[in-house]
């Protein structure tokens, strides 16, 4: 049998909120296999991106949070580890794609400076030697013109481009789970799709596990292998893709089920 990559056991998350503690994610348990593809789905606000932040031990900016439970990556527990050795695992080891690239992009570094840094830090390549791989990652998530497109700054990429840039960023150091949080929300239907196709490719031509984060079914379905359904800080269904889309048991993942707009149903006369 195969040891998962990553283990989750009875995580807890607790917001401090005037003064008073919130409990978000309510003792959740789940595995991810090495190469494995596993969404997460449930409303806003039901846990899942505090979830996905966990495993990074990032915090919301400005929040304070408590952990509790176990996350074990390759049998190291990340709530117990140092912040040297959490930084040298966020982007080397794991690494996330947020759903809002322009706030996630420094806006004042080129995009290629900003994928330097990653090689540079974590690959420890020369300035040079970064370069030259930046501009074939650029390339490889389908940037044109890399090497004149690595001297320009966010702004002077649209919503789709700016994503592609923090794909690349993300995968820069080849990293054994990608975390993808809402990776498409910001983007429109078409550009959405072409997104959601290169991470498919990359995850498949990289090796990395997958783990997407969606408040949509219609996003899951051919991404991923199994799914885990989030309502108030909980998984209150999980299962492999197909059974569960044919068969949902719990009364919560039938109505997120209904709510997927369908192309088979013929609408009446206007």
């Known amino acids: 049998m195969v040891e998962p990559l990553l283990s989750v056991r009875n995580l807890t998350a607790t917001f401090e909120r005037h003064g008073a503690p919130a409990r978000v994610v309510n003792g959740i348990s789940f595995d991810i296999a090495p190469g494995e593809a596993v969404g997460f789905v449930g409303e806003s606000g039901c846990g899942k991106s505090v979830t996905a932040r966990a495993i990074l ?13 176990h996350i074990l990556f390759r049998g190291q527990d990340l709530l117990r580890l140092d912040d040297a050795a959490m930084t040298d695992i966020r982007g080397r080891h794991i690494a996330m794609v947020f759903q809002d690239p322009m706030s996630s992009l420094n806006p004042v570094m080129s995009v290629g400076a900003q994928i330097d840094d990653m090689l540079i830090r974590h690959a420890g390549l020369s300035r040079r030697a970064a370069r030259r791989r930046a501009i074939e990652l650029l390339d490889l998530v389908g940037i044109r013109e890399p090497a004149s497109r690595a001297d320009d700054h966010p702004h002077q990429f649209s919503g789709g481009m700016r994503q592609r840039v923090l794909i690349a960023i993300a ?15 910001a983007l429109d239907v078409t550009v959405q799709a072409q997104i959601l196709r290169l991470l498919m490719r990359l995850r498949r031509e990289l090796g990395m596990a997958l783990m997407l984060i969606t408040h949509d079914f219609g996003v899951i379905a051919g991404m991923v292998e199994r799914v885990h359904v989030m309502q108030h ?3 209150v269904e999980t299962g492999a893709v197909d059974p569960l889309f044919a068969a949902p048991r719990h009364a919560y993942t039938r109505a997120l089920l209904a709510a997927v707009p369908r192309l088979d149903t013929t609408a009446g006369p206007a």
């Open 57 to 69: 031990r990032l915090a919301p900016e400005g929040s304070s949070i408590a952990w509790g439970g």
């Open 171 to 185: 995968v820069s150091c080849q990293p054994a789970l990608l975390i993808a949080d809402e990776p498409t929300t």
């Open 233 to 235: 800080g909980a998984i």
